[in-house]
């Protein structure tokens, strides 16, 4: 599933190629990699086996178009076309907004290629996904080669729904960006139709008001909105104390004075008590919510640098989670100047004890999903006294 990073104003689109093995779905990524402009693409990581076939993921983050006032990041990866992988490939099928689907066009490879397409179908089928209803481009790749097969007949095999197929040759390139193209506008597309795409930035009213806060912004992203407070003037007999709004009366005006605004009420709140400390450890149920919460505060320097931080801990791998959350800290910190950790650490208001808390996790092995969570947690209250304090201070 997308996600939005409110502080960049950036939506994450997650877009999967998929494939049989040795179909150019790696070599394709390779391709668009050399072909976009160093400043809007990431590094590519890749995991591959003595026979150059990728094992786990390749992961390629793209920027492209602008939606309203927000740019689109595209997270591209690849699974593995080995059928004894199926496992990673049903993870990494997980949260996609879009699939880009490379068959071989070679004869004998027809065989994988429906293989492949039903796998597609039934692993989309168990995250609860139809294949008729999700954005998908077909690729019919190797057409560079001799013998291959027609592409009226690959369209009649695998391409009955009539989706945008494309003509690529991953090796030289050939086709390979019109792909991208053409599913990164059904993506967005679908995400339009969503509603994914937060609205315009509001625009601050004359006479110096503030726009909304961040609070404001995370709760309206997350939809896990609070009660609205109580309006009622008294608590009732016999029940604890309450927020009271209490108008202040309006002077009153002789008769025929000249007509005055009257000044707004002024709410004069009474203080309730804070609530009890939560001293039990940070369940599953609510660590799930942390997810989107952490790379939707994340400054866009950061901003990948969380979402491998939720994919850990989405995939179950805790310590991997900690270390990237660690690292982001310390990223985090370092925009508050030279010195030491603890240094940084006291400028930007951010709890030593977590800190040491988080150091101690990161020096182990076997880590439960609490420890995962409560690192998500330190890494968000980092982002929000980055904001708070305006840091990284925009270019």
Known sequence: MSSVNLMAREVAAKIVFYGPGLSGKTTSLRKIYETVRPAHRGEMMSIATEGDRTLFFDFLPVKVE???????????????????????RKLVLQGADGVVFVADSQPDAMDANRESLANLEENLFEHGIRLDRFPLVMQWNKRDLENVLPVEQLRQELNPRGVPD????????????????????????????????PPPRPVAPVGGAQPAGLEAQLAQHLQHRQPPPSTHLAPPSGHGPAVAMMPTPVPHRPSGSFPAIA?????????????????????????????????????????DHARAAEAAFMAGNYSTCVTACTDAIRRSLAFAGEGTLAQQAFLLRVDGADLLRIQGLATQQHLRVDDAAFALYVLMQTFVRLNAVGLPASE
């Open 66 to 88: 602008r939606v309203g006032d927000c740019s689109v990041r595209l997270a591209l990866y690849t699974v593995p076309g080995q059928v004894f992988y199926n496992a990673t």
């Open 263 to 303: 000044p707004p009420p002024r709410v004069e709140p009474m203080v309730a008590p804070p609530p009890p400390p939560i001293a039990a450890p940070i369940s599953q149920a609510a660590s799930a919510k942390l997810l989107g919460a952490v790379s939707a505060l994340a400054p866009g320097d950061l901003f």
């Open 166 to 197: 494309f003509e690529t040759a991953a090796t030289n390139g050939r086709g390979v960006l019109d792909t991208l193209k053409a599913i990164t506008r059904l993506v967005i597309k679908d995400l339009r139709a969503k509603r994914i795409v």
